[in-house]
């Protein structure tokens, strides 16, 4: 691997007992892909929510039901997500949370990105609209078949 193609910026978050849900807590990271380890310490709350993979074009659309996942920390254990998997955190209702983020560039991913069109292979809103062009399609054709009397069948 060329040693520009991957990148790590790291944070670590620490977060004392916070009521107050943060507007900005609702996200995307500017990574390709996120490991997100809980390193302690005592605490409640501060649970992730996850919303649905989203291009830049579609950061903004609507949930589907299926693509709700709730996550609680555990010290000591990791949660690795793609850094467009809509996500925020809850409040962290008492003691104080720790968690270390890596975030993992990729240059290549984003070079190749910016020739494309179609994110329907990660971009859940993508998936759903090419299935929607795909179903408006089939009827198209249905109904041309049809008004052409049948004519031809095998
Ligand atoms: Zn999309």
Request: charged share 25%; aromatic share 10%.
């Amino acid at each position: 691997m060329h040693p520009s193609a991957f990148f790590l910026p790291t944070f670590l978050e620490a977060v004392r007992t916070n009521t107050e849900e943060s507007l900005a807590s609702f996200h995307v990271d500017d990574s390709e892909v996120t490991l997100n380890v809980c390193l302690g310490k005592q605490f409640s709350g501060g649970e992730l929510y996850f919303r649905g993979i989203r291009c830049e074009n579609h950061v903004n659309s609507e949930t589907q039901h299926e693509e709700m996942y709730d996550y609680s920390h555990v010290p000591g254990r990791a949660v690795l997500h793609r850094g467009r998997h809509r996500h925020g955190a809850r409040p962290t209702t008492s003691g104080l949370r720790m968690n270390l983020l890596l975030w993992c560039r990729s240059s290549v991913f984003r070079e190749m990105k910016r020739y494309q069109k179609d994110f329907s292979s990660w971009c859940g809103e993508c998936q759903r609209e090419k299935r929607e062009r795909q179903i408006q399609c089939v009827k198209a054709t249905k109904l041309a078949f049809l008004r052409g009397g049948g004519g031809g069948m095998i």
